[in-house]
């Protein structure tokens, strides 16, 4: 598990219109409803379909003082494993972290990239089964969520709920899972997740 | 800005960007009439209050306009019949809203605005820096500048309990970072029932357009009159600095948040003092803690509020310092000193009897991230050029092919 120590700084990588903002939001709203101090914004710019975003959250137990972009990350989330490494990569702390979208095992993807922390989830995969779709970005945080301390899947859960379809949800996830009610389309992001936080693949040295 | 634990209104903890919590500030000061026209980083605040209008959380008439010239004139119009205005904007869109900003102030209306601050075309930039916020200076409007969405939330309401003090009725602006701000979320409190925010805001008389008591707003004045016309408005911006006290301590006893016209971190003992405002101030704390473990007695301080200008708090704050350096984040072209606060900071010490040395930077042009090694690197900078530094004029921190020996 990573502890979050003083301050715990993410990155976000994707491609416009995949949801790396968003998922920057989602994770700063669950750390919200923890109690802990958060903080998420985009890298700004022109906003193409397709071109290479960065989102930053950064999460503390006390109140965040600096607005500068993160530029020595403990975390990478890689939403799309198209990107080149050499974007994602730059600035990673040397016990850094990545979290990546990808069908591979953690092992050959962590050789490949020189690192050695990997967790690999295969998002795409898990967002087409349960929402038709491959909108990655619920499910890269069921993948991150696992190994970070401190944030609840049932907190991700709620954040979720209440960025992307406006509804504040109190009860547990159990329960929301059961609840039909809610719509298919919520319940495949929310099912996304969970097994995206189920079937991740750690490896952590 | 410091929280007290205990405040007076129950609130509740939100996770908001500044555009957002600007929103929720309008809404909670219950305003009547909105009228804007979208610009980015502007455009959250605006789409939000579309929203909350439409889903009945707000019971307000939102004007839909072709420009920002019409956007700030139909809420002159609305508030000279009585209603509670606002309005937002940024960059391109201020400027264009120019010659209205002194109708305002000049019809003496309680505006308020909110401006996520933006650089200015041409080259086109959509991204921060406080270019347009500083070409609006002269125009009599209250200026406040926030440095988190809390802050954002706090001065709004603030901002009309100072414009709509029968003492004042000047329109106030509360500026906030493009960007660094607009679009970072962040947890802040906001009061659980929106009573708690009316009992703040009274609705007082003043002199409106009414068709059974007919006036006249905003005639022609012959050049006998128009001078002690406008000396009003010098006195009220004057005046204003007591009521923004006043109403500072109303939102302490109400919302449990001291605010102050400068506020200060590490200041008391410190040999360097480095001046900012907007959302920059937290990266520079961050700043002063790397170089006072390096041993340098530093300390940081925040311009909250714009205009009127607090010359005695930065007087009383700067008394004990030997080195000032004052970071800017917009550019008066050939300005003596190009640093618009700077230039400004140099006057009021000077009008104190003041005359520490003096460090003039520029920084965060269209949306050139300021970090925690800008701000030290500079603190090293201005040491090492000593009493040479205010002679270079200012000095534009990291520009390619700039040089200061």
Known sequence: MLNIGETIEIRFHGRGGQGAVTASIILAEAAGIEGLYSQAFPEFGPERRGAPVKAYTRISKEPIRTRAPISSPDVVVVLDPSLQPSIYLQGLKSKGLVIINSKRDARSIAQELGVERVVAIDATGIALRNMGVPIVNVAMLGALVRVLEYISLDSVAKAALKILFNIKWEDNLELLLKTPSIGEKILGNIRAMVEAYKSAEVLMT | ?405
């Open chain 2, 1 to 405: 800005m410091e929280t007290k634990l205990e405040s007076r209104v129950r609130q509740t903890r939100v996770i908001l960007n500044s555009n957002y919590a600007a929103a929720y500030a309008v809404r909670d000061a219950d305003v009547d009439v909105i009228s804007a026209y979208p610009i980015t980083p502007q455009t959250g605040v605006v789409e939000k209050l579309s929203e909350m209008i439409a889903e009945g959380e707000l019971d307000a008439e939102m004007i839909h306009v072709e420009s920002e010239h019409s956007a700030l004139s139909a809420i002159i119009g609305a508030s000279a019949v009585g209603a509670r205005v606002f309005t937002a904007t940024s960059s391109q869109g201020l400027e264009y809203m120019h010659e209205v900003l002194h109708i305002a102030s000049g019809m003496r209306l309680p505006l308020v605005m909110a401006i996520a601050t933006r650089a200015l075309s041409a080259p086109i930039s959509i991204w921060n820096d406080y270019s347009d916020l500083m070409n609006v200076r002269d125009t009599s409007w209250i200026t406040f500048i926030a440095s988190t969405a809390q802050e954002v939330y706090d001065s709004i309401i603030e901002a009309y309990m100072v414009s709509e003090d029968p003492r004042i009725l000047l329109p106030s602006i509360v500026a906030y970072d493009g960007f660094w701000m607009s679009h970072t979320y962040e947890p802040l409190y906001i009061p659980e029932d929106r009573k708690t925010v009316l009992e703040m805001l009274p609705r007082r008389p003043r002199y409106t357009l009414d068709p059974d008591n007919p006036i006249t707003m905003g005639s022609i004045v012959n050049p006998d009159w128009y001078y002690e016309i406008k000396y009003q408005q010098v006195e009220a911006m004057k005046e204003a600095y007591r009521v923004i006290r006043e109403a500072d301590a109303k939102i302490e006893e109400n919302l449990g948040r001291v605010y102050k016209p400068v506020e200060s971190y590490l200041a008391e003992d410190s040999e360097i003092l480095v001046l900012t405002y907007g959302g920059i101030y937290g990266t520079l704390q961050t700043a002063v803690d790397l170089l006072r473990s390096e041993g340098l007695k530093v300390g940081a301080l925040r311009l909250r509020l714009w205009r009127p200008f607090p010359a005695r708090d930065l007087k009383t704050l700067v008394e004990d310092a030997k080195t000032l350096i004052v970071v800017d984040r917009a550019i008066s072209y050939g300005a003596s000193i190009e640093g618009p606060v700077a230039l400004e900071t140099i006057a009021a010490l000077y009008r104190e009897g003041l005359y520490p040395t003096i460090a003039s930077f520029i920084a965060g042009i269209g949306g050139r991230p300021v970090s925690e090694d800008d701000f030290r690197d500079m603190v090293k900078k201005a040491l090492e050029l000593g009493e040479r530094a205010l002679k270079i004029g200012s000095i534009h921190w990291g520009v390619r092919g700039a040089e200061y020996e």
